[in-house]
């Protein structure tokens, strides 16, 4: 199999060809690492899990964006970049201090009540495929409002907001809400491409979707009027 990898180089990027002999429809971790471990130990990119748990093998596959780990090619040739959305920094590695500073500044962790609340399947089950988020960024690489450098959250960063925010076991309940409008839900233009792209099923545009109304019924943003084309067919 040809494998044509594009690698950032400190300074531009640059295409590597390489001959690989591979099993039948091998994942693409599995083509990276043989490269690494036969052809050139030169070669940078992430990968811990192996099982599509960690979200660190992001990359783009023949134009596409895919977990590493989980995508199999088959074929005559393969063309693996680097994701499109976050500074690169070697080869196929690029940083994901944007993801953490979101997360930071959202402060999307909980704070407990100071009673002990039990919840319930029915309330958990609200919140569960939100849970599922891995925080590989890829809903984020693909998102047009982020890619053009809107003042927009994100998907993933809105996903980790929602599962707090049905929470009942979480204190600041309006506080919180309130804090959520600097992240410009409302900005999302609802391609559902983080949805289509999603490795983990997490369905993103439903909770930002969730979220902007709760916005908008609260008065803490205006109700979106604009057309942004991306559904008009």
Request: contains cysteine; neutral net charge.
């Amino acid at each position: 199999m040809k494998v044509k990898l594009r690698r950032f180089t400190g300074r531009e990027f640059v295409t590597t060809e390489y001959e690989v002999e591979t099993g039948e429809n091998p994942t693409v971790l599995e083509i990276l690492t043989k490269i690494k471990e036969e052809l050139d130990p030169s070669l940078s990119f992430r990968a811990m899990c192996r099982a599509s748990v960690c979200g660190t093998c992001a990359v783009k596959v023949n134009g596409e964006h895919r977990l590493a780990c989980n995508t199999r090619v088959n074929g005559e040739e393969v063309l693996i970049e680097p994701v499109d959305g976050y500074i690169p920094i070697k080869d196929l590695v690029v940083s994901h201090e944007e993801i953490y500073d979101g997360l930071r500044r959202a402060r999307v962790w909980f704070v407990p009540r100071e009673e002990n609340l039990t919840i319930t399947p029915q309330e958990l089950n609200k919140t569960s495929r939100a849970w599922d988020c891995i925080l590989c960024g890829i809903c984020n690489n693909v998102c047009p409002p982020l890619l053009e450098k809107r003042d927009f959250g994100g998907p993933s960063l809105f996903t980790k907001i929602y599962r707090i925010l049905e929470d009942p076991r979480d204190s600041l309940g309006e506080e919180r809400l309130n804090g959520l409008t600097a992240l410009n839900a409302q900005n999302c233009v609802h391609c559902s491409n983080c949805n289509l792209f999603c490795p983990k099923g997490c369905m993103p545009e439903r909770w930002i979707t969730v979220i902007e109304g709760k916005l908008t019924q609260k008065g803490y943003i205006q109700k979106k009027t604009e057309d942004f084309g991306f559904l008009g067919f």
